[in-house]
Structures are given as structure tokens and as C-alpha cells.
């Protein structure tokens, strides 16, 4: 989240953070794995366009475990709640989503979500969310820090930087308008 500035509040948040994405259910399979980046669902998930049925609906854990507990239907979910999995700490914590009613047929569902940035590796991801188009402010970003620790002042990078995380933000603003 970029820092508050002239035309920019504080936390802005940049919309490659909200990735679209799809999942396709099966049938009799009611827990599906969301992915790696997952930190939260951003709205309902929405049938493909020839599947002409309502959205399904975000319902809490609680809520979710008593739908199951006295029903056994097997149907078009209708709502759907998100929980962490089990973890060892070994890992970043992965989520889960599960639909109610149990789907009865393969569907392709359509979400969007919003995601962590991901530690940046050489393997599982060489690439900050945002992609090549925010690179240079993403670079300039983390000279600006290294010139802030290294010198304990801010200087050509900071300068640099904010300039061009001013113009990173009004392109992200046209982008997702």
C-alpha cells in the first residue's frame, strides 16, 4: 500500500490486488482449495453466463456448518463460506471454500478475490503482482528504502520514487475505472 501523498490517499489499494479468477466444482465435492495468494473473497461467486442462476451468497462458518448439519441436498450452491486450513507454520496458510448446497453437477464459477503480494523468489514467484508495467516504481520503491536505511535520509530515490508512484497510481485508477 503506497504511502499518502498529493492526489493519493493513505492505503490506497491497487486493483491487480483484486484478481479475477474462476473455479470449477464437481460433482458431490462440497470443500475446494482457493489459491496461494488468497487472503480474502471480494464479493459472491457468479455462474458462467449460460448457467442462468443467482449468486452465491457469502454466509459465516457457523452459518455454513448448520446449512450442513440438517441438510443433506445435493444442488446449484447457493452460499459459500471461506476458512483457513490447517497449518504447520512451514508454509504460508492456505484457505478453503465451501459451497452448500453440495454441488450436483460441474460448474464454472467466476469470484474475485483479493491477494497477498507473495514473497518474491526465482521459482514460485520471480514477478510482483502489478506486473512489468509497475516495475520501475516498484524497483525505485525498494532503492528508496535501501537509501533510507543505508543513509538515514531520503534522497534521489525517494524523489524518484514518489514521482513515479504518483503516475503508477493514476494509471491504476484509469485502468480499473
Known amino acids: 500500500y503506497p504511502p499518502a501523498m498529493e492526489g493519493v490517499e493513505l492505503g490506497y489499494t491497487w486493483s491487480f490486488m483484486y484478481p479475477t479468477t474462476t473455479l470449477a466444482t464437481a ?19 457468479h455462474y458462467k453466463e449460460d448457467v ?15 446449512l450442513i448439519e440438517y441438510t443433506e441436498d445435493e444442488d446449484k450452491p447457493r452460499y459459500f463460506t471461506t476458512r483457513a486450513k490447517d497449518s504447520t507454520g512451514s508454509g504460508g496458510q492456505r484457505w478453503e471454500v465451501v459451497f452448500w448446497p453440495e ?36 524497483i525505485e520503491s525498494c532503492l528508496a528504502v535501501a537509501e533510507m536505511r543505508g543513509n ?16 503508477a497510481v493514476a494509471q491504476d485508477r484509469r485502468q480499473s475505472a
Open 27 to 45: 460433482d458431490g465435492t462440497r470443500e475446494y482449495d482457493l489459491p496461494d495468494l488468497f487472503q480474502q473473497i471480494d464479493g459472491d461467486f
Open 52 to 66: 442462468f442462476w443467482q449468486s452465491i451468497t457469502h454466509v459465516s462458518e457457523a452459518r455454513m456448518l448448520e
Open 103 to 138: 454441488p450436483d453437477a460441474i460448474y464454472t464459477l467466476t469470484y474475485r478475490y483479493k491477494a497477498y503480494a507473495g514473497k518474491l523468489d526465482a521459482v514460485t514467484y520471480p514477478h510482483p503482482l502489478g506486473g512489468m508495467q509497475y516495475g520501475e516504481c516498484i
Open 152 to 167: 538515514d535520509e531520503a534522497g534521489f530515490h525517494q524523489e524518484r520514487f514518489m514521482t513515479l508512484l504518483a503516475s
